[in-house]
């Protein structure tokens, strides 16, 4: 029987991880405040056409298994098809939050951010303590908070000005009754000038009609005078329902473009 999310899952992310401590209080945090937030009411007009009940990854959800491409319900043509360069980008893959490949470019780093988060705590700290959330807002993003683990700190070096596109894909084999917390935080040097395409792949099993969960958070954070091209693919599969939060913050002079963009689901291997 899968481990239901708690505290007992949060102290697995933070072995796994090996994680700073202030890390792990924070995962906690989050938990109490995710179980001490009441639900979004339907009388509130922005939430009256969802049933966020849906979205509740505390219903008997598990934890999306950790691991590489072990367990894709891909074939070797269709993971080929997802990874391959779109042409002249710098390409970032992972499975399951483990990397397959990476391509840095410079004045660019790509670092998984629990071990930022130890070298570079302050940082990390101030971005991941923002809030300005509502309620509701809060009662959901608060699960990203405590059980995310596909994280990612992306750095953009003062005065870089990256010619080529960086694109990242997250490939997920989140089978049903499992849940996928994902984290990018983008961070952007004064003056310097990027296009990241975030590209997120999850596969249902064959034959699955039960749902996985996607929460999500995106963290945009621009010095003065930087330039952000932000393209968010999503490929989730048929059965997936997902909440992201994604915001921007930015210095004097900072421009940021952000575009979305929901392609079709990628068939599982019968």
């Known amino acids: 029987m899968p481990e239901p999310l708690g505290l007992t899952t949060i102290e697995q992310l933070a ?11 924070r995962r906690r945090r989050g938990l109490a405040q995710h179980q001490g937030l009441p639900w979004p009411h339907p009388s509130d007009d922005i939430w009256r056409r969802t049933d966020v009940s849906l979205l509740d990854p505390m219903r008997g959800c598990a934890l999306a298994e950790p691991g590489l491409t072990q367990g894709l319900p891909l074939s070797d043509a269709q993971l080929k098809g997802l990874t391959q360069p779109l042409g002249g980008e710098s390409l970032f893959v992972r499975v399951n939050g483990a990397w397959l490949t990476t391509d840095v470019p410079a004045g660019v780093a790509v ?43 992306v750095r953009v070096a003062p005065g870089a ?11 997920f084999s989140a089978s049903a009754k499992q849940a996928v917390f994902p984290l990018t935080v983008i961070t952007a040097g004064a003056g310097s000038a990027v296009t990241v395409i975030d590209e997120y792949v999850s596969v249902d099993p064959a034959g699955s009609s039960e749902p996985h969960l996607v929460n999500a958070r995106i963290e945009l954070v621009l010095e003065p005078g930087a330039r952000v091209h932000y393209v968010r693919l999503q490929r989730w599969g048929l059965t997936a329902r997902e909440f992201v939060l994604q915001r921007a913050s930015l210095g004097e002079g900072a421009a940021s473009l952000s575009l979305a963009c929901g392609l079709a689901a990628v068939p599982a291997m019968a």
Do not use: C, M, Y
């Open 15 to 25: 072995r796994r991880f090996q994680e700073p401590a202030w890390l792990t209080e």
């Open 111 to 153: 670092e998984e951010l629990s071990g930022a988060a130890q070298q570079q705590p302050e940082p990390i700290r101030r971005i991941l303590e923002v809030d300005g959330l509502t309620s509701a807002e809060q009662k959901l993003a608060s699960l990203n908070d405590a059980f995310h683990h596909d994280d990612l700190w």
């Open 161 to 171: 000005a990256v010619d080529a596109p960086v694109r990242l894909v997250h490939l």
